[in-house]
Nanobody
Framework: QVQLVESGGGLVQAGTSLTLSCAAS????????MAWFRQAPGKEREFLGA????????YYADSVKGRFTISRDNAKNTVSLQMYSLKPEDTAVYYC?????????????????WGQGTQVTVSS
């Protein structure tokens, strides 16, 4: 069992940076691929990036590659998403998720656990 709690969202201006954090509880955090998704009103949940169990491999959506960076600290049971050069279209609720196998990291329906989400609003 893994419980996930996101933090770090807020209202920011376009062009600025923001870092989101996801704290995990449960002894099995180190067994899961971790990922960030986002969901804007009226849209499907969108994959942003994922990181392997060891942290050595990362995967990104083309839409955010080069602007977003995912990282994890297995000693602290945390996963982070650094976001740079934010745009108004980045406005959404951001979720972290845990996926056991690593085979389906791009598909939100395959994730085992989700946090409650944190709102990011980017003003122009």
């Amino acid at each position: 069992q893994v419980q996930l709690v996101e933090s770090g969202g807020g209202l920011v201006q376009a062009g600025t940076s923001l870092t989101l954090s996801c704290a995990a509880s449960g002894r099995t955090f180190n067994n899961y691929y971790m990922a960030w998704f986002r969901q804007a009103p009226g849209k499907e949940r969108e994959f942003l990036g994922a990181i392997s169990v060891s942290g050595r491999s990362t995967y990104y959506a083309d839409s955010v590659k080069g602007r977003f960076t995912i990282s994890r600290d297995n000693a602290k049971n945390t996963v982070s998403l650094q976001m740079y050069s934010l745009k108004p279209e980045d406005t959404a609720v951001y979720y972290c998720g845990a996926e056991r196998t690593g085979r389906d990291i791009y598909e939100s329906a395959k994730y085992d656990y989700w946090g409650q989400g944190t709102q990011v609003t980017v003003s122009s």
